[in-house]
């Protein structure tokens, strides 16, 4: 089940999720319902933007505004769970 496996992934601060915003880290990272994504390789978030959002943060009130679904997070890895 996806809990048992959370619990085997690290728990990632707000502050280190930030760092990962695509301008000084070569990781991207961002953050959706608790769960934090690396979108590295995604052409769509190169530098860390991706249409008006930024990467280092949680999007999860942002999404309620997007034109896609939850769905679009099953294409990244989860690497962490937001602490």
Do not use: C, P
């Given at each position: 089940s996806v809990q048992k496996k959370d619990n085997n992934l690290p728990k990632i601060s707000l502050r280190m999720l930030s760092l990962h915003n695509g301008q000084d880290k070569k990781?991207?990272?961002?953050?959706?319902?608790?769960?934090?994504?690396?979108?590295?390789?995604?052409?769509?978030?190169?530098?860390?933007?991706?249409?008006?959002h930024w990467a280092g943060q949680d999007l999860t009130a942002e999404l309620a505004s997007a034109p896609h679904g939850i769905a679009v997070f099953d294409k990244f890895e989860c690497i962490g769970i937001l602490d």
């Open positions: 990781m991207i990272w961002v953050a959706f319902q608790n769960r934090v994504y690396d979108v590295t390789e995604s052409r769509l978030w190169l530098n860390g933007k991706h249409y008006e």
